[in-house]
């Protein structure tokens, strides 16, 4: 007889929200984090879009520590000397709340404190380092050489999971499934955040940068997003882009993105007040490993849940939405015939059916149009070049847009007929 | 907003430094002779240098991203969780 129905691993969004889902459903479940306090090692942009937590807290809008309400969304090329933006700010945001800025370290202490109170133990400062097999089988978890016994585990550990890897049930990770995302957060007074982005009380901003301006073949994506008195500021890197580039510091890139023309002035005056970093899944389906086996389910980023498309990036709904599956996978396989390899198969059965693999299939393969020359150099040279054009005026006759077009790609050595088709495959994909 | 040394970054950051054990190991006879240091651009806490053309690496800047075990293609790198809630303790994160 195990000491556990259920072991969770990692109290992140998606080690939370099942282990709140296991308790709700009367499971004993022992919920088991690294960090002390929780949440204290665990980085994000980050923005929680959707309302999947209402899964396991119907009323956590009303009391998450939520920073700001996403009224506005940005998504921009920035290339040395310019931007090209898309503003949207819509009052149906206010209506209905599609996306949060939140500070994790706050948030997850909120998470852990949920599944405690919904029954859950939950252990923290405890580093878990393997999975224990009988045979095959999982029976807990191994930490400094002890076993604690469950009947399941669900593996939540996160964007760098070393359980999972050193378990050998998953592979290790590649360039292709990771970027490294490098982040700080900077303190700015709550009025003059609402004055530099147009906001009101509570209402944020979200915006996703292309960062054009990097030179010797980096790729990066910048991230701007609004808390009430802070803004969090990165850049999520390309390894392979950077590993081919072997000059470039990853930490200096977000400093080139802060000095930008068009983004200094919206931090004037701000204090850094923290810095952090961490590995940020990117491979999509590719990068996507056996979800489930006897005894064990993987969810959230272990599991390479995220999803980026250069307009949006996300991962805590994914988490979220996984690890209430993969709860109420062991809620429905303890009710039946057990916990057996068959009986968790269920949770994928639940992922297809969800926006979380739904989603994954959808957009395969996109990491390849949202991370090349196209996005990263050409298309933010060839717009900077068209938008001169149009409004440079420098006492000539004027052009049609048609001739500037021409002249803009024809510098930027990218063929009509190639943007054509690159421009139909990215659409197609988006 | 001026250039913040990234040494200036890391001193804004509480750790609880493990001083038994170190989460990261290297194996230094990789390391010397390691045709590209990627480690050195890639990790974004400064935690592998080039010292006269030797490579040096301290663990307890670790920020715990997990970079370097994917940024070193070459085997040198063992990364473990920090154990006891020891390492950076983030105030936001």
Same mark, same amino acid.
């Not at chain 1, 050193?166 to 970027?179: E, H, N, T, Y």
């Given at each position: 007889?195990?000491?556990?129905?259920?072991?969770?691993?990692?109290?992140?969004?998606?080690?939370?929200?099942?282990?709140?889902?296991?308790?709700?459903?009367?499971?004993?479940?022992?919920?088991?984090?690294?960090?002390?306090?929780?949440?204290?090692?665990?980085?994000?942009?980050?923005?929680?879009?959707?309302?999947?937590?209402?899964?396991?807290?119907?009323?956590?809008?009303?009391?998450?520590?939520?920073?700001?309400? &996403?009224?506005?969304?940005?998504?921009?090329?920035?290339?040395?000397?310019?931007?090209?933006?898309?503003?949207?700010?819509?009052?149906?945001?206010?209506?209905?709340?599609?996306? $949060?800025? &939140? /500070?994790?370290?706050?948030?997850?202490?909120?998470?852990?404190?949920?599944?405690?109170?919904?029954?859950?133990?939950?252990?923290?400062?405890?580093?878990?380092?393997? /999975?224990?097999?009988?045979?095959?089988?999982?029976?807990?978890? !191994?930490?400094?050489?002890?076993?604690?016994?469950?009947?399941?585990?669900?593996?939540?550990?996160?964007?760098?999971?070393?359980?999972?890897?050193?378990?050998?049930?998953?592979?290790?990770?590649?360039?292709?499934?990771?970027?490294?995302? &490098?982040?700080?957060?900077?303190?700015?007074?709550?009025?003059?955040?609402?004055?530099?982005?147009?906001?009101?009380?509570?209402?944020?901003?979200?915006?996703?940068?292309? /960062?054009?301006?990097?030179?010797?073949?980096?790729?990066?994506?910048?991230? +701007?997003?609004?808390?009430?008195?802070?803004?969090?500021?990165?850049?999520?890197?390309?390894?392979?882009?950077?590993?081919?580039?072997?000059?470039?510091?990853?930490?200096?890139?977000?400093?080139?993105? *802060?000095?930008?023309?068009?983004?200094?002035?919206?931090?004037?005056?701000?204090?850094?007040?923290? $810095?952090?970093?961490?590995?940020?899944?990117?491979?999509?389906?590719?990068?996507?490993?056996?979800?489930?086996?006897?005894?064990?389910?993987?969810?959230?980023?272990?599991?390479?849940?995220?999803?980026?498309?250069?307009?949006? +990036?996300?991962?805590?709904?994914?988490?979220?939405?996984?690890?209430?599956?993969?709860?109420?996978?062991?809620?429905?396989?303890?009710?039946?015939?057990?916990?057996?390899?068959?009986?968790?198969?269920? $949770?994928?059965?639940?992922?297809?059916?969800?926006?979380?693999?739904?989603?994954?299939?959808?957009?395969?393969?996109?990491?390849?149009?949202?991370?090349?020359?196209?996005?990263?150099? *050409?298309?933010?040279?060839?717009?900077?070049?068209?938008?001169?054009?149009?409004?440079? !005026?420098?006492?000539?006759?004027?052009?049609?847009?048609?001739?500037?077009?021409?002249?803009?790609?024809?510098?930027?050595?990218?063929?009509?007929?190639?943007? +054509? /088709?690159?421009?139909?495959?990215?659409?197609?994909?988006? | 907003?001026?250039?913040?040394? #990234?040494?200036?970054?890391?001193?804004?950051?509480?750790?609880?430094?493990?001083?038994?054990?170190?989460?990261?190991?290297?194996?230094?006879? #990789?390391?010397? #002779?390691?045709?590209?240091?990627?480690?050195?651009?890639?990790?974004?806490?400064?935690?592998?240098?080039? #010292?006269?053309?030797?490579?040096?690496?301290?663990?307890?800047?670790?920020?715990?991203?997990?970079?370097?075990?994917?940024?070193?293609?070459?085997?040198?790198?063992?990364?473990?969780?920090?154990?006891?809630?020891?390492?950076?303790?983030?105030?936001?994160?």
């Amino acid at each position: 007889m195990s000491e556990f129905d259920a072991i969770v691993v990692g109290g992140g969004p998606a080690g939370t929200s099942a282990a709140m889902r296991l308790a709700a459903n009367k499971l004993n479940v022992l919920l088991v984090e690294k960090a002390d306090p929780p949440g204290s090692k665990n980085v994000s942009g980050g923005v929680l879009w959707g309302n999947s937590l209402a899964g396991v807290m119907p009323d956590w809008e009303k009391t998450a520590p939520l920073e700001r309400f &996403v009224k506005s969304k940005g998504v921009g090329f920035l290339t040395k000397d310019s931007s090209i933006d898309i503003n949207f700010r819509s009052s149906k945001f206010s209506e209905t709340k599609t996306g $949060y800025t &939140v /500070l994790r370290t706050k948030f997850d202490q909120f998470l852990n404190k949920k599944a405690k109170d919904s029954g859950a133990t939950v252990v923290t400062g405890v580093t878990v380092d393997k /999975l224990a097999f009988e045979g095959n089988k999982v029976i807990g978890v !191994e930490q400094d050489g002890d076993v604690i016994t469950s009947d399941s585990v669900i593996l939540a550990e996160g964007a760098n999971p070393r359980v999972a890897i050193d378990s050998g049930i998953r592979p290790p990770l590649k360039d292709q499934d990771v970027a490294i995302g &490098v982040k700080e957060v900077i303190k700015l007074p709550e009025k003059t955040i609402n004055d530099r982005f147009n906001l009101r009380e509570k209402e944020g901003f979200a915006g996703e940068y292309v /960062l054009g301006f990097l030179e010797g073949g980096v790729e990066a994506g910048g991230f +701007l997003y609004t808390n009430k008195d802070s803004i969090s500021l990165g850049a999520v890197i390309s390894m392979k882009h950077l590993r081919e580039n072997n000059k470039t510091y990853s930490f200096d890139i977000i400093e080139q993105f *802060k000095n930008h023309p068009s983004i200094a002035p919206l931090l004037e005056d701000g204090k850094v007040d923290e $810095y952090s970093a961490h590995m940020v899944q990117e491979g999509g389906l590719a990068s996507i490993p056996k979800l489930y086996g006897n005894g064990y389910m993987i969810a959230g980023d272990a599991a390479g849940f995220s999803f980026s498309n250069g307009l949006i +990036l996300q991962g805590m709904n994914y988490a979220i939405a996984s690890g209430i599956a993969a709860a109420d996978t062991i809620v429905e396989a303890k009710a039946g015939s057990g916990i057996s390899e068959q009986s968790l198969s269920k $949770y994928e059965e639940k992922l297809m059916n969800s926006f979380v693999l739904k989603d994954m299939h959808t957009f395969k393969g996109i990491g390849d149009i949202t991370w090349g020359s196209l996005v990263h150099q *050409k298309m933010p040279n060839v717009l900077e070049k068209v938008m001169l054009g149009l409004l440079m !005026e420098d006492g000539e006759p004027k052009k049609h847009m048609n001739q500037i077009v021409k002249e803009a790609l024809k510098s930027s050595g990218l063929k009509s007929s190639k943007l +054509l /088709l690159e421009g139909y495959r990215m659409y197609r994909r988006m | 907003m001026s250039n913040m040394k #990234i040494e200036d970054r890391l001193s804004l950051l509480n750790y609880k430094i493990d001083k038994s054990y170190a989460h990261i190991t290297v194996k230094p006879d #990789i390391c010397e #002779i390691c045709p590209d240091h990627f480690c050195t651009f890639a990790c974004p806490a400064k935690c592998y240098t080039l #010292i006269d053309a030797k490579l040096n690496f301290k663990y307890e800047d670790c920020v715990e991203c997990g970079t370097c075990i994917v940024a070193c293609s070459h085997g040198s790198v063992s990364w473990t969780n920090s154990k006891g809630a020891h390492g950076v303790k983030y105030k936001y994160g």
